[in-house]
């Protein structure tokens, strides 16, 4: 089992950056598939972007080009960089670790607005 939480979130202007962060309390070594997903209010949670132990990435479409997912196994922590935030973006964000089971942080929240 692994733990995971988040930080990094907070309220900025449209057009800023943010920088999430996921720990976990165990190793991610090269076995767990890290990933971000958001929900909004009165949405459904969605995918941002995932990572694989070996480095290949995915993003949902809404943010290809603005968002980067990157992770540093030996710290045990995986980073989404947000770039030109859009008021859209606005969600709580959550971090998720797979390998056979899912786990979920608690989420942080991004508010982007002026």
């Known amino acids: 089992q692994v733990q995971v939480v988040e930080s990094g979130g907070g309220l900025v202007q449209p057009g800023g950056s943010l920088r999430l962060s996921c720990a976990a309390s165990?190793?991610?070594?090269?076995?767990?598939?890290m990933g971000w997903y958001r929900q909004a209010s009165g949405k459904e949670r969605e995918l941002v972007a995932t990572i694989t132990s070996g480095g290949s990435t995915a993003y949902g479409d809404p943010v290809k080009g603005r968002f980067t997912i990157s992770r540093d196994n030996l710290k045990n922590t995986v980073y989404l960089q947000m770039n030109s935030l859009k008021p859209e973006d606005t969600a709580v964000y959550y971090c998720n670790a797979r390998l056979i089971q899912s786990y979920w942080g608690q989420g942080t929240q991004v508010t982007v607005r002026s």
């Open positions: 165990r190793s991610i070594g090269n076995r767990y598939v």
